[in-house]
């Protein structure tokens, strides 16, 4: 069975930092793009952020390119993803995935952020 656990939600001033990070289990980590996606109260789930395996190849969504950063534990088997400079948009719950040949597979429960102005 294949779990994704995030954790590292919670309450922050605006411009402030916060690190998710999602832990795996049952997955073969190797081979696998993570990534990490949000959903905002009454909007559509958007992608945020990806790390391929391998050439660790990243890509960002705009809105966060410059403030978020994606990386890779591969002995941990767990990926993070550190938002800094948050802002009042940027409250979503934020979901883990892990992705194979252009789709993702894998999803967590997802970890609320909520960032006061």
């Known amino acids: 069975q294949v779990l994704l656990v995030e954790s590292g939600g919670g309450l922050v001033q605006a411009g402030g930092p916060l690190r998710l990070s999602c832990a795996t289990s049952?997955?073969?980590?190797?081979?696998?793009?993570m990534g990490w996606f949000r959903q905002a109260p009454g909007k559509e789930r958007e992608f945020v952020a990806a790390i391929a395996w391998g050439v660790e190849r990243t890509d960002y969504a705009q809105s966060v390119k410059g403030r978020f950063t994606i990386s890779r534990d591969n002995a941990k088997i767990t990926v993070y993803l550190q938002m800094n400079s948050l802002k009042s948009e940027d409250t979503a719950v934020y979901y883990c995935?892990?992705?194979?040949?252009?789709?993702?597979?894998?999803w967590g429960q997802g970890t609320q952020v909520a960032v006061s102005s």
């Open positions: 995935a892990a992705g194979y040949k252009s789709a993702w597979n894998y």
């Open positions: 049952g997955l073969t980590f190797s081979g696998y793009t």
